[in-house]
């Protein structure tokens, strides 16, 4: 069960969030066309933080709104409120969140929050040397927060990839080689980089080896929803099992006629069970998204779906 901090802002200004509109009916009593419009900013561009606002429902008869995912309520949240930090969630968490307006009649809107995964070190490269077999490891180090690095720790395998060791750690989060002499001449080694944080979490690189580039390409499929308002269900297959996936990054942009890898990383899945996004960010109503996943092996290998449309309800 999730543990939240809530901090509860004061009323949120934002070109995003309206009013309800308000309509007479014949009897001459006002009628709400209220639409929670429920939704975050911020969703994936923190590892621990996530921001959700609405549309203030002004009906008299209002009582509370209510937050709550699929175990306990969250919070309690007044009429003068739209917008509530989430905090304290984990790295590369998905989790469902509902909100409930409680009035007359209670309605109930819901979105899928979700949180980066911390960011690793990049484009590690194994290279040996052949006069004396040492193995030379370089990176692009990992662009996470400098307050909460902790450290690298690189390990080794010497029976493919089953048998990783931990062989040396880095506390300079700007370094980016290291060369390992514990090494056998015309052996062939596997490497891996984690990349730690001070609150626990932690992130591998790809798995590099110091003999064979791998050069493996797979198949992945992108499918699209086109029937709701505000939100877009991004679902996927491909033919990696579990022990060969490494990330999926999905990219998305609103121009046809512009590839998605040119415009927004919408979000980065580590999970290897998780098959489908709902997408609700900045969404809009009666609007074209165009979609394409990026998906990464184990060893790096990197694979790409078609681009696919998909459409909110106007």
């Given at each position: 069960m999730h543990k939240y901090l809530i901090l509860i802002l004061l009323l949120y200004s934002c070109d995003n969030v309206t009013s309800p509109q308000i309509k007479e009916d014949t009897g001459g009593s006002t009628q709400y066309e209220y639409l929670i419009n429920f939704k975050g900013l911020n969703p994936g561009h923190n590892f621990d933080v996530c921001t959700l606002v609405w549309n203030q429902n002004q009906n008299q008869n209002f009582q509370f709104y209510q937050l709550r995912n699929a175990e306990e309520i969250i919070a309690t949240i007044n009429q003068s409120q739209d917008t509530i930090f989430i905090r304290n969630l984990t790295p590369s968490v998905f989790e469902k969140i509902y909100i409930d307006v409680m009035a007359d009649s209670n309605i109930t809107d819901s979105i899928e929050i979700y949180t980066r995964p911390i960011k690793p070190i990049t484009d590690l490269s194994v290279v040996a040397n052949?006069?004396?077999?040492?193995?030379?490891?370089?990176?692009?180090?990992?662009?996470?927060?400098?307050?909460?690095?902790?450290?690298?720790?690189?390990?080794?395998?010497?029976?493919?990839?089953?048998?990783?060791?931990?062989?040396?750690?880095?506390?300079?989060?700007?370094?980016?080689?290291?060369?390992?002499?514990?090494?056998?001449?015309?052996?062939?080694?596997?490497?891996?980089?984690?990349?730690?944080?001070?609150?626990?979490?932690?992130?591998?690189?790809?798995?590099?080896?110091?003999i064979i580039n791998n050069n493996i390409s797979h198949e992945i499929n992108l499918?699209?929803?086109?029937?709701?308002?505000?939100?877009?269900?991004?679902?996927?297959?491909?033919?990696?099992?579990?022990?060969?996936?490494?990330?999926?990054?999905?990219?998305?942009?609103?121009?046809?006629?512009?590839?998605?890898?040119?415009?927004?990383?919408?979000?980065?899945?580590?999970?290897?069970?998780?098959?489908?996004?709902?997408?609700?960010?900045?969404?809009?109503?009666?609007?074209?998204?165009?979609?394409?996943?990026?998906?990464?092996?184990?060893?790096?290998?990197?694979?790409?779906?078609?681009?696919?449309?998909?459409?909110?309800?106007?």
């Open positions: 052949a006069d004396n077999w040492f193995s030379t490891l370089n990176w692009i180090p990992s662009d996470e927060i400098s307050t909460v690095f902790d450290k690298y720790s690189i390990y080794r395998s010497d029976l493919n990839t089953d048998n990783f060791v931990l062989i040396h750690e880095i506390n300079n989060q700007t370094d980016y080689s290291y060369i390992d002499t514990i090494t056998t001449w015309g052996y062939e080694y596997y490497y891996k980089i984690i990349t730690h944080i001070t609150e626990g979490y932690s992130r591998p690189s790809i798995i590099q080896s110091n499918s699209t929803t086109t029937n709701e308002y505000h939100r877009i269900q991004v679902n996927w297959t491909h033919d990696l099992n579990e022990e060969e996936f490494y990330a999926i990054e999905i990219w998305r942009t609103n121009n046809q006629t512009e590839d998605p890898l040119n415009d927004y990383l919408l979000a980065t899945i580590t999970d290897y069970n998780k098959t489908l996004l709902e997408d609700s960010y900045l969404i809009g109503n009666g609007i074209s998204w165009f979609y394409k996943l990026k998906l990464i092996d184990q060893f790096g290998n990197i694979s790409y779906s078609e681009i696919k449309a998909g459409n909110t309800l106007p």
